[in-house]
């Protein structure tokens, strides 16, 4: 494997971004490969088996374009799909989960609020991390339907962007919790607004630092860092529309070299799972 070679990051639209920026800082050598699957967003409210068939699929495409390492930048296909990829895939693959146990060392009240999609805030994974916690600490779950799709528009302030979002942290905090998580990659976008609207008392935790932290270890165990010294590009493809794409990351003031359109090679059941009900082709990268 080259260590020039890209790291594939993906999530359902530009949560994984918010990932991406933190890999960047963290490892500025790296080369990477952004898939938003903006054709299957948003992916909180969908079965599993259609986020695990868009995850394999991203994975085969990216594997396919030379990845050498993927980073699963999205709570809801790690909750769906995480052990699947795991199975199917050999290259080193760093999933971002809820950070509850940053989070327990952190409160003070012993309480921590969780803002996720639906999906993640019933999937397995997020019950497990709770379980691994014992009795010591509370986790109050909140599904946040909507926010993806406020970020996914670039409404990032604004009166139904601020009154969703209080909907659902104020009762986090009339229960006590001094402590939230952004357990969705699409909320950090919306950290400026939450911190206004719950106060510096409470403590805002974004996983994505630790993911970047995490990749860096993986990729020194492998001997796959690129090379210091050189600076490798940014590139990002949509299953959507790349013109929209390229305008959420000019809106956001993400620099990218290209950002182009692939369609995904789902493995299997194309017509059940896309949708628009249109069979995929296949695609090369
Ligand atoms: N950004 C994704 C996450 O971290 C999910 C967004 C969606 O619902 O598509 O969960």
Same mark, same amino acid.
Request: net charge neutral; glycine share 8%.
């Given at each position: 494997?080259?260590?020039?070679?890209?790291?594939?990051?993906?999530?359902?639209?530009?949560?994984?971004?918010?990932?991406?920026?933190?890999?960047?800082?963290?490892?500025?050598?790296?080369?990477?490969?952004?898939?938003?699957?903006?054709?299957?967003?948003?992916?909180?409210?969908?079965?599993?088996?259609?986020?695990?068939?868009?995850?394999?699929?991203?994975?085969?495409? &990216?594997? !396919?374009? $030379? /990845?050498?390492? #993927? *980073?699963? =930048? %999205?709570?809801?296909?790690?909750?769906? +799909?995480?052990?699947?990829?795991?199975?199917?895939?050999?290259?080193?693959?760093?999933?971002?989960?809820?950070?509850?146990?940053?989070?327990?060392?952190?409160?003070?009240?012993?309480?921590?609020?969780?803002?996720?999609?639906?999906?993640?805030?019933?999937?397995?994974?997020?019950?497990?991390?709770?379980?691994?916690?014992?009795?010591?600490?509370?986790?109050?779950?909140?599904?946040?339907?909507?926010?993806?799709?406020?970020?996914?528009?670039?409404?990032?302030?604004?009166?139904?962007?601020?009154?969703?979002?209080?909907?659902?942290?104020?009762? &986090?905090? !009339?229960? $006590? /919790?001094?402590? #939230? *998580?952004? =357990? %969705?990659?699409?909320?950090?976008?919306? +950290?400026?607004?939450?911190?206004?609207?719950?106060?510096?008392?409470?403590?805002?935790?974004?996983?994505?630092?630790?993911?970047?932290?995490?990749?860096?270890?993986?990729?020194?165990?492998?001997?796959?860092?690129?090379?210091?010294?050189?600076?490798?590009?940014?590139?990002?493809?949509?299953?959507?529309?790349?013109?929209?794409?390229?305008?959420?990351?000019?809106?956001?003031?993400?620099?990218?070299?290209?950002?182009?359109?692939?369609?995904?090679?789902?493995?299997?059941?194309?017509?059940?799972?896309?949708?628009?009900?249109?069979?995929?082709?296949?695609?090369?990268?």
């Amino acid at each position: 494997m080259d260590a020039s070679a890209p790291i594939g990051v993906f999530d359902s639209g530009i949560g994984g971004w918010t990932v991406l920026r933190e890999i960047r800082r963290e490892l500025p050598a790296e080369a990477l490969l952004y898939v938003a699957d903006a054709a299957g967003a948003p992916y909180g409210d969908r079965a599993p088996e259609f986020i695990a068939a868009r995850a394999l699929a991203i994975a085969d495409w &990216l594997q !396919a374009a $030379g /990845a050498k390492a #993927l *980073v699963v =930048a %999205c709570n809801t296909a790690t909750s769906a +799909a995480v052990a699947q990829l795991r199975r199917q895939h050999t290259l080193p693959i760093v999933a971002i989960e809820p950070a509850v146990k940053p989070a327990a060392l952190l409160t003070r009240s012993g309480i921590i609020g969780v803002l996720a999609t639906s999906h993640t805030v019933a999937g397995g994974n997020f019950s497990r991390l709770r379980d691994a916690l014992g009795g010591n600490v509370t986790i109050l779950a909140q599904a946040c339907p909507g926010l993806v799709e406020q970020v996914e528009a670039g409404v990032l302030d604004g009166p139904v962007t601020r009154g969703l979002l209080s909907r659902y942290v104020t009762p &986090l905090l !009339a229960q $006590g /919790a001094d402590t #939230l *998580v952004l =357990a %969705c990659t699409h909320y950090p976008w919306l +950290a400026p607004l939450l911190r206004e609207l719950v106060g510096p008392e409470v403590t805002v935790v974004d996983p994505a630092p630790a993911v970047a932290r995490e990749l860096r270890r993986r990729l020194t165990l492998a001997e796959l860092l690129a090379p210091a010294g050189v600076s490798l590009p940014t590139r990002a493809v949509t299953t959507g529309d790349p013109q929209r794409l390229r305008e959420q990351l000019d809106r956001l003031g993400e620099v990218t070299t290209s950002v182009s359109g692939i369609e995904l090679p789902l493995r299997s059941a194309p017509h059940a799972l896309s949708p628009t009900g249109v069979q995929p082709r296949s695609s090369t990268p």
